[in-house]
């Protein structure tokens, strides 16, 4: 991994400088530093980066394995911070989360109200330089209020609500048996939400110390190891499987894997992304008449749904969590986590307060 930390860049113009951290390459960080924005273009506003959540894409990205990305790149896009200026309806101070998914408005799918399915979408972190830096302009659509939030819980509302999403897209009920395999945030995120709807939860991870403390921190009462196998899993069932699953592996194997799983006129939810070409056996599909879907960032009201958890207990963010370091120690940092992930639930950066 190589690490370098470049500061003290001047403009000779005398301008205001930020700090920013970019992947120039796989494997390749650097803390730069940047022109900081005085201006944002109308109808976006000027944000001051407080906290940035350290996701699984970043951990890709620095990888070399996330689809659809280009390098270099100011990564971060689990954002909470204050408004800079006062400007399309908000004042300066105010705490917002940030919805990283900037889309077109145009397309078909942001018509039909679909605006994390936009087919310009621009992801911040991603397709476009993210908010692991000191200031961004981020479109007014995107930034939602998070009065009776902390800074951390701002800014873990954006990986909670990809897993409020897929929840909402399953339409799962109170009555189903839920599998949520693979239990990194998103797939955490996504068992909270059917445990919340009332749900019978099982979680399927391969780190047993992260099932044990799950199973302590978040009353996941029926967890499962790796190893229990296909048999285990369909026991815990009566052997009819499972109405609702959900991967969040990032495994094209373990994705392959999970059909098995499903009970007849059960649902199939692919929340994690993969490079690879996804098989399954057309007959098994068919006679459970399996419905499979694909579940895509999240929307507002994803955004709100988490929100209002978090605010009233009903998300125990203090458990959220386990690791922290600050701007510039962020290098350092995100190169430790990166090789090491086993023991982390949420890694957040500590920008400004």
Not at 43 to 49: A, F, K
Not at 182 to 191: D, H, K, Q, R
Not at 194 to 218: K, S, T, W, Y
């Amino acid at each position: 991994m190589q690490r370098e930390v470049k500061t003290g860049a001047t403009t000779g113009l005398g301008a205001a400088t930020m700090r920013a951290l970019v992947v120039e390459a796989p494997g390749r960080l650097r803390l730069d530093e940047r022109l900081r924005p005085e201006s944002a273009p109308e109808g976006w506003v000027l944000v001051d980066i407080a906290r940035v959540g350290i996701c699984g894409t970043d951990y890709h990205i620095l990888e070399g394995n996330q689809p659809f990305f280009d390098y270099p790149r100011v990564i971060g896009h689990e954002l909470s911070g204050r408004v800079a200026e006062d400007k399309s309806g908000f004042s300066r101070g105010e705490l917002v989360t940030i919805n990283p998914y900037v889309s077109c408005g145009r397309c078909r799918a942001c018509l039909r109200g679909k605006p994390n399915c936009c087919t310009k979408i621009a992801v911040l972190g991603v397709h476009r330089d993210g908010g692991l830096t000191e200031r961004i302009a981020v479109p007014a659509q995107n930034l939602y209020r998070a009065d009776g939030l902390t800074p951390d819980q701002a800014a873990m509302v954006e990986f909670l609500a990809i897993g409020a999403h897929a929840v909402r897209r399953s339409g799962l009920t109170g009555a189903d048996c839920v599998l949520v395999v693979g239990l990194g945030p998103i797939g955490l995120g996504t068992a909270l939400f059917a445990q919340a709807r009332g749900a019978e939860v099982h979680i399927l991870d391969a780190n047993a110390e992260r099932l044990a403390r799950l199973q302590r921190d978040f009353g996941f009462a029926n967890t499962h190891a790796l190893d229990d196998g296909p048999e285990v899993l369909m026991a815990a069932t009566g052997g009819d499987g499972f109405d609702v699953v959900f991967d969040a592996t990032g495994s094209a194997r373990a994705i392959e894997a999970g059909f098995a799983l499903v009970g007849h006129g059960g649902t199939y939810v692919l929340v994690s992304v993969v490079k690879d070409k996804i098989s399954f056996l057309d007959p098994e599909f068919h006679k459970r008449e399996t419905t499979l879907m694909g579940s895509r960032n999240a929307t507002r009201e994803d955004f709100e749904t988490v929100k209002a958890a978090l605010a009233d207990g009903t998300i125990d963010s203090s458990k959220l969590k386990t690791h922290a370091a600050a701007l510039r120690d962020v290098v350092e940092a995100l190169s430790g986590w990166s090789a090491d992930r086993r023991d982390i639930v949420k890694a957040i950066v500590t920008v400004a307060d």
